[in-house]
C-alpha cells in the first residue's frame, strides 16, 4: 500500500494506492487507485472493492464504494456505489448506483442499476433494464426500466418497455415486447403506445373501456 498524496491514507487491504490527491483515502479492498490534481484538495475516497480508479486532474469529491474496475474520470462530487466495470467519465454530479458495464457521461445524470446502460444526457435518468441509451443531445430524459430503449436529441422525453426510441421533444414512448422492431416518436409532444394486447383505461376499480385503434 502507498499514500503519497499530502494528508491522504491507506487504511488497509493490498497493492492500493494514493499517488496523488490531497485527502483522499483508500479504506481497504486490492489494487485500488487514486490519482488527482497534487495542486487541489482531493477529498475522494475508495472504501473497498478490486482494481477501482479515481483518476484525472479534476476528479475531486468523488467515492466509489466498492465492487470491480469501477472508474471515475476527470468529474467533480460523483459516485460509483458498487457493480463491475462501470464508468462515469467527464460528468460533474453525477452517481451509477451499481450494475455491470454501464457508462455515465453526462452532468447531473444518474444510472440506478442494470447492464450495459449508457446515459449521455445531461440531468438525465435510467433507473435500471439493459442496453438503454441516452443521447448527449438530450437533456432532462428519463428511461424507468427495459430493454434497447432510446433517446435521441430531444429533451424532456420518457422511454420504456422494449426497443422504445424517443427522438422529439415532450414525447412519451411505451413499447410492448412483442416484436423487437423499433418504436419511435413521430412529433413532438407526443403520448406513443405500442400495445399488441390492447389499451384499457379504468373508470373505477370494476370498470374499464377498450380503447379501439384509429377511433
Known sequence: N????YGSFVVGGMYNSVVSGPFAIIVGGVSNYIETSPFSRSYSGILAGYGNRIIGSSSDKSVIGGG???VIEYCSSSIIGS???NYIYGADYSAIAGGNECVLQGSYGFIGAGSHNTNLG???SIVAGSCNWIGAGATHGFIGA???????GADHCMAGGFHATATNDGCFVWADSSTSAEFGSITNHEF???ATGGVRLAENAGSSKPILVGQ
Open 146 to 152: 427495459g430493454a434497447y430503449n432510446r433517446i435521441a
Open 83 to 85: 457493480g463491475y466495470s
Open 122 to 124: 445531461r440531468l438525465a
Open 68 to 70: 470491480m474496475y469501477n
Open 192 to 194: 406513443a403506445v405500442r
Open 2 to 5: 502507498h499514500a503519497g498524496g
